[in-house]
């Protein structure tokens, strides 16, 4: 399951790619994003495009909190048949988590294997997001107010498949994928792994 990706994307490259886009980031810091952390996602406003920061990590159902009220957030989402995770799949949830490499786990000390997409277009996780969300997802922090975000998940595909056969990331890399997802498609239209041969897997990055 991806726990970690890497993001290079400048706001100028997304002001090319989504005229008239709104930029509430501020200047995005490249570097890896691991859960919990802030990250740059696009959602769809009322007049364009917005770019702003989210958590990762979408709130989890009130059973996998912990006994003092801490809920650390999923990060991937898989069943969107859930009632949990139904009521967020319209458009105004919906957003695009920009990426350049995801990392997939190759075992208990053994790595990460990184992969990227062989593409001319920019990659894009189809992702879900929730604003102002109250919760406690650190015991030192108590409890704060934050735009939550998380990606969906679907079957992997030959490249992920030996390294993790149980999932991969939902991706989107065709400008069309990206305003059928923002636009509120029904999510297990796009929830489909890259064909075979999309992804090249990169040397170990530890």
Known sequence: MCNLYNQTTAVEAMRRLFP????????????DIYPDRL?????????????????????SPPQYHSPSGIDRGVTNVRNVGSP?????????HRC??????????????????WFRVISEHQAF????????????????????????????????NAEVRPIH?????VILIEPDDWQVWLQGA?????????PDGALELIDDLR
């Open 186 to 194: 029904p999510a297990a239209e796009l929830q489909r792994p890259l």
């Open 165 to 169: 056969p149980k999932a991969m990331p």
């Open 20 to 31: 008239g886009i709104s930029n509430r980031a501020g200047n995005m810091e490249p570097g």
């Open 84 to 92: 949990h995770w139904r009521r967020w799949l319209g458009p105004d």
């Open 125 to 156: 996780f189809a992702g879900l997001w929730v604003p102002e969300w109250r919760s406690m997802r650190k015991l030192k922090d108590g409890e704060t107010t934050d735009d939550l975000f998380a990606f969906l998940t679907c079957e992997p």
């Open 96 to 113: 695009l988590v920009p990426f350049d490499r995801f990392a997939e786990p190759r075992g208990k000390g053994a790595g990460n294997a």
């Open 39 to 59: 990250a740059p996602i696009l959602t769809q406003g009322e007049d364009g495009a917005v770019l702003r920061v989210a958590r990762w990590g979408l709130p």
